[in-house]
Nanobody, 126 residues
């Protein structure tokens, strides 16, 4: 069992930066595939980035490649998403999620993630 709590969202102008955090408690944090997802009003939840167990291989959605960086601090049981050069289309509720290692295989999608946080809102104004 893993409990996830996101923070760091807010309002920013286009071109600005935000860093989201996801604090994990419960089971061994470093054994999970960790992912960031987002959902805009009227749209399906989509994968943004993920990081393999222990902080290994990372994958990104094409729309954020080169602008967002996912990382984790195993000592602090915290997952991060550094978001730079933000665009209006990045506006969404952002969620972190944890799943077994297999969740870090294949397409970057919501499938296979067992635990979800409550989300943190990111609003980018143009």
């Amino acid at each position: 069992q893993v409990k996830l709590v996101e923070s760091g969202g807010g309002s920013v102008q286009a071109g600005g930066s935000l860093r989201l955090s996801c604090a994990a408690s419960g089971d061994t944090f470093s054994s999970y595939c960790m992912g960031w997802f987002r959902q805009a009003p009227g749209k399906e939840r989509e994968g943004v980035a993920r990081i393999a167990p222990g902080g290994g291989k990372t994958d990104y959605a094409e729309s954020v490649q080169g602008r967002f960086t996912v990382s984790q601090d195993n000592a602090k049981n915290t997952l991060y998403l550094q978001m730079n050069s933000l665009k209006a289309e990045d506006t969404a509720m952002y969620y972190c999620a944890a799943g077994p290692p297999v969740a870090c295989m294949g397409w970057l999608s919501t499938r296979g993630y067992y635990y979800w946080g409550q989300g943190t809102q990111v609003t980018v104004s143009s």
